[in-house]
Every structure is written in C-alpha cells, then in structure tokens.
C-alpha cells in the first residue's frame, strides 16, 4: 500500500504540480537546439524549466479559487498543498538566480526577466484582457512561448536569423492549437468567471473545426525552412505531430470523461515527441 500511495503521490505531482508542462516546455528547447545545431547543455533546460515552474505555481497559487470550478482534481491536490506553495515559489527562484548568474549573459539575463515579467504578469495585469478580447489568452500563451526560440539563440550565442523565426512561428503555431484546443473543455467554467475564449465564441464544433485548419497550416514554417535550406530536412519529422493532434481532437470526449489526468498527459505530452522525433529522423537520414 506504501508503494502504491508514493506512485500516486510521484504521479499526482508531476501532473497537478505543473512539471509535466514544466518539463514539455524545456522538450520545445531541445527540439529548437537539434533544429538549429546548436550545442545544448544541461543548465539551459533547468533555467527552462524553473522558469515554466516558477510562473505556472504562482499563476496557481493566485487562481486557486477560480481553478476549483474547470480542474477540480488538480485543485483538490493543489489544496493540500497551498501552504508551501510559496516556498516552492521561492525555491524555484533561488535556484533560477543561481544557474543564470553562474552560466546566463547578460543578454539571457535580460531575456528571463522580461519571460518572468509576462508569465507573472499575466495573472497579475494580462488576464484582465481576456474579459475582453477574443483569444488574448491563447494568443498571449503563444507569444510567449514563441520567445524560447530567439531565448535559445541568445544564451547560446547563436545569431537571430530565419530559421530561429521560422521554429520560433512554429512553436507560435502549435501552443496556439494546444491552448485553444484545452479551452474546450473549459467553455462552462470559463463562461461563468467571463472570460472570451475562442472556445466560447465559435463554440466546440467550430473551434476544432478552425483547429484541424491551423493544425495543418503549422507545417507551413518548418516545410519552408527545409525548402529555402534554412532548416535541416531532419526537421520535416515534426511534421508527424499534426497526427497526434488529430488523434486527441477526435479522442478527447472520451479520454476526458474517462479521466481528466489522461487527458492532460495526452496534450501535454506533444512536446516530450519533438526532441524525439528530431533525433529519430537524423539517425533516419544520417545513417
């Protein structure tokens, strides 16, 4: 019994305590550094992944009430927790200060303050937008995680050209499709706090119908690099991800329903499959 109540704990917080979007999100970085040849290391995927950390744990903490109602499992967990949930914050912090003072530039440096400054801000001032425009959130969470690419280039020295915009339009493209589409499932509560998402305004049938759209529209930025010889032909693997979205799109009903874990593993997990699928599509052409 023992073993099982630590597994449920190990699985309920990486889930419930943001590290399995935490970690995704550092996978983003390594996929961009295969892309674009740069030499990754071990201390930029920690400063990633206290970043993500970092902001997804106060956004919690301070949308804890509101949560309850869209993800009431994560909440429940979140609870028993809620105490040291600051000093999680302030471990995170500590720990991002240290790696970027012993391995950042000053360029970097600047860079993680302004990602600092829009995650946190978006609880804090953005979110307020969402009451009124269509979409910010989406289009504010994309923005965002766009940046990891020019991040990438910048703490690595490597120069800002097209291919970094062009990996850095992808990632655009596929958090905007990743947020939209888990908004979905949100509509009820989100209409009760107010909030103007895509999913409320074209409702469900619509909004996958303008995601299974932009899904293949995604291709467009890495079949281009690959075509002007910007990205390597290796890239062409991510391409494979659009039927991995198709996959939850159609299964999430049922997945859903089943339970509300699964499917976050499911549309989180996406980005774990782009270092992955690089790797495997070098050896592939490279062999």
Known sequence: MKGRK??????????YGGHLLSFSIACITIAGA???RIDYTLDFFIVVYLIAQLIYSYNRYKEFVSDIISNPERSEYLEKRKRILPLSIAIYSFLLIFLVILYGNLKSIIFIFILIILGLGYTAIFKKLTYRIIGFKNFFVAFTSSLLAPFLALYFFHPFNSA???FSIFIFFKTFINTSFCDIKDIESDQLEGLKTLAIYFKEKKTLILLNFLTVLSATPIVLGVYLNKLPVYSLFLILTIF???YYFYNYKKTLTKNERIFSYIVDAEFYLWPLLIIFGKILLEF
């Open 6 to 15: 630590i597994i449920k704990f190990i699985g309920d917080e990486f889930v």
């Open 34 to 36: 295969l892309i674009l």
């Open 164 to 166: 970094v915009l062009l």
């Open 244 to 246: 991995y979205n198709f």
